[in-house]
Nanobody, 119 residues
Framework: QVQIVESGGGLVQPGGSLRLSCAAS???????????KGWYRQAPGKQRELVAG???????YYADSVKDRFTISADNNNNMLYLQMNSLKPDDTAVYYC??????????WGKGTLVTVSS
């Protein structure tokens, strides 16, 4: 079973940047490469939403709210997933979760990392 740990969250002022990291253990790089991967977030009182995703062939998806500000990337050799967040807004405040989906449809989640955007 894949174990997920997110890191990189914290307090940042509006307009600032953060890079979130997701480390996956229990899978080889060759296996990690064929998993779908994404970042979700959940703000208080709101449903969890998909922020950015990357497919097994490297194509990316971004929610309209973060398009042109966030960038998702993967290091398949080291089982790492990243989310570069620029031009952060207070509405970006949320707990961010890393999700890994196997070809069989099994989802693996981390505990989340809190991002707070405030002046």
């Amino acid at each position: 079973q894949v174990q997920i740990v997110e890191s990189g969250g914290g307090l940042v002022q509006p307009g600032g940047s953060l890079r979130l990291s997701c480390a996956a253990s229990g899978a080889s790089g060759s296996i990690f490469r064929i998993y779908g991967k994404g970042w979700y977030r959940q703000a208080p009182g709101k449903q969890r939403e998909l922020v950015a995703g990357i497919s097994t062939v490297g194509s990316t998806y971004y929610a309209d709210s973060v398009k042109d500000r966030f960038t998702i990337s993967a290091d398949n050799n080291n089982n790492m997933l990243y989310l570069q967040m620029n031009s952060l807004k207070p509405d970006d405040t949320a707990v961010y979760y890393c999700n890994i989906r196997s070809g069989a449809g099994a989802d693996y989640w981390g505990k989340g990392t809190l991002v707070t955007v405030s002046s």
